[in-house]
């Protein structure tokens, strides 16, 4: 996570590169990490809210972070090109402190 040093956005934290390893998926490992970094998050002064893209068809992700509290905020089309070569859409979720 990070955030900007620009004033007008440094309220917003950013959460990016999150992966969990296909043996540790359903676990909670994904939960617990991201628990703790939003509890770090309200501990930094000025932060009002923390966000993230996941990409489009990563269900349990979405679902993930929806638990959390997190909602989708925006879809950002022709994200990135995915293995089987097909461009997927970024979800833009955030989560308000």
């Known amino acids: 996570a990070g955030r900007s040093n620009r004033d007008k956005i440094r309220h917003n934290m950013d959460v990016w590169g999150t992966y969990v390893t296909p043996a540790a998926r359903g676990l909670g490992v994904c939960a617990?990490?991201?628990r703790a970094l939003i509890a770090e998050a309200r501990t930094c002064e000025g932060v009002q809210c923390l966000k993230l893209?996941?990409?489009?068809g990563n269900i349990p992700a979405l679902r993930s972070?929806?638990?959390l509290g997190f909602s989708t905020?925006?879809?950002e089309p022709m994200f990135m090109r995915v293995k089987d070569g097909t461009i997927a859409a970024q979800h833009l979720m955030l989560l308000k402190l």
């Open 32 to 34: 617990g990490m991201m």
């Open 53 to 56: 893209g996941v990409i489009d």
């Open 65 to 67: 972070y929806e638990a």
């Open 73 to 75: 905020f925006a879809t």
